[in-house]
């Protein structure tokens, strides 16, 4: 049960960090969707974890080159769905509101990507496999 309630969570703060998003792009002082593109990053942030922990077989090592590799790519990839809306606002294709609710929506949406992994990532009975 805990695993559903946690769940509900998860989902409940992945609605707030999208609206974030939303608000930034269709308030009518904005009107602007080219933050929109931020979530390709949300969709592609979780791939080098994927392949890092498919290639990697021997979970007792501390580190391996692969996991590092996957991180290393992940801080990339979070980092340039922060920049890019500030890079937006910055040559004035986005209002700096704007660019406020997008990086706040950045924010909740990837501590809800890495909640997701904190809870349902340990290999127990009730992990992310199932869903």
């Known amino acids: 049960m805990a695993g559903i309630k946690a769940l509900v969570l998860l989902s409940f703060s992945g609605a707030i960090g ?3 998003l939303m608000l930034g792009c269709a308030l009518e002082d904005y009107g602007v969707y080219w933050p929109l593109f931020v979530l390709m990053f949300h969709a592609v942030s979780p791939i080098p974890h994927f392949i890092a922990k498919r290639v990697t077989y021997d979970s007792d090592a501390t580190s391996s080159a692969c996991r ?3 991180y290393f790519f992940t801080t ?6 922060f920049g890019f809306p500030v890079i937006l606002a910055r040559v004035a294709v986005i209002k700096w509101g704007a660019c406020g609710l997008v990086l706040a929506g950045n924010a909740v949406i990837f501590l809800t990507i890495q909640g997701f992994f904190l809870v349902f990532g340990r290999g127990d009975d009730f992990s992310w496999e199932q869903w």
């Open 76 to 81: 990339g990839i979070v980092v340039s769905a």
């Open 68 to 70: 590092e590799l996957a």
């Open 18 to 20: 999208l609206t974030f």
